[in-house]
């Protein structure tokens, strides 16, 4: 089973230029597809409706999305008929095998002052895979601020955690005729989580190593796949500074994928791809077994 994570960027790439192409053919293969700044009527890429560009350019995959936030982009009437327009900003998920449940978490946020601040989201996916059904969320974190970071993560573990208890999205549909949904335990959390390894954000999600015995395998703690197959280095770039590209001072690893205690030993590897050019951001394959 192999899974993707990508912030694509509102479609541009270090080059400038808008391709979905290239960004469909960057993840194309993936059993789970985790894409985040997925945009409608976005000025900075002329506008462009990427929902529906990913989905002709990836025909084969089922998908959901998510929009944090929709803003006024150009609404009016046009001979009697309102025509609205909204610049919406999210992520989406898509999976080889239909998704059975979805919702968008909002995650917590503050008013910003001189810096732009917008409505993060976390969309969620129940996903019947070979390792049976797992949970698959598409992640964005506050770019600007450690302490929203760390407040939106919080708010993310309590909903991973908590879900046997809060039952997701949807329960109870055995009201209305339809089986009921499961409540799986196993999840795995990928996207662009603006944090550095180590940082006191990553260490509310995924805990720090103890002096002797290593990274702690628990329930109540993400497991970074990244870490757990010792991957790192120049091996885990995940972006590079669109205004100095070349300055390797810049690169950095902000993007993961995380999964539950119960998927550790599943990991198998976790690459990325240096060769993907449709973003700031390189894509971030994990596979497991």
């Excluded at 993936?30 to 985040?36: C, F, T």
């Excluded at 959901?64 to 006024?72: R, T």
């Excluded at 601040?117 to 992640?139: D, H, M, V, W």
């Amino acid at each position: 089973m192999k899974l993707v994570t990508y912030n694509i960027h509102y479609g541009i790439g270090l080059d400038g230029r808008y391709d979905v192409g290239r960004i469909a053919d960057a993840v194309r293969g993936a059993d789970v597809i985790a894409l985040q700044e997925v945009t409608r009527a976005n000025p900075n890429n002329e506008d462009h409706d990427m929902v529906a560009e990913l989905g002709e350019a990836l025909p084969d995959y089922f998908a959901v999305y998510g929009s944090n936030f929709e803003v006024d982009a150009g609404s009016r009437l046009e001979n009697g008929r309102a025509i609205t327009t909204t610049f919406q900003l999210g992520n989406m998920v898509l999976s080889k095998t239909p998704i059975h449940l979805s919702r968008n978490l909002l995650l917590p946020r503050s008013r910003s002052f001189e810096a732009m601040n917008f409505q993060r989201g976390a969309l969620e996916a129940l996903i019947k895979t070979p390792l049976g059904f797992i949970r698959c969320y598409s992640t964005h974190l506050d770019h600007r601020s450690p302490v929203e970071r760390t407040g939106q993560l919080r708010f993310l573990r309590q909903r991973l955690l908590n879900y046997g208890f809060e039952g997701g999205g949807l329960s109870g549909v055995a009201e209305v005729g339809l089986p009921e949904l499961p409540c799986p335990e196993a999840f795995v959390v990928m996207g662009d989580f603006n944090m550095l390894a180590g940082s006191p954000e990553y260490v509310e999600f995924a805990g720090r190593p103890d002096h002797e015995f290593g990274m702690p395998l628990t329930a109540d703690l993400a497991v970074d796949a990244a870490a757990r197959l010792a991957v790192a280095g120049a091996d885990l770039v995940t972006w590079v500074d669109p205004k100095r590209p070349e300055d390797t001072s810049r690169h950095k690893c902000i993007d993961y994928v995380f999964t539950s205690a119960s998927l550790a030993g599943s990991l198998k590897r976790l690459w990325v791809d240096r060769q993907a050019a449709g973003s700031d951001h390189l894509p971030v394959w994990a596979e497991l077994a």
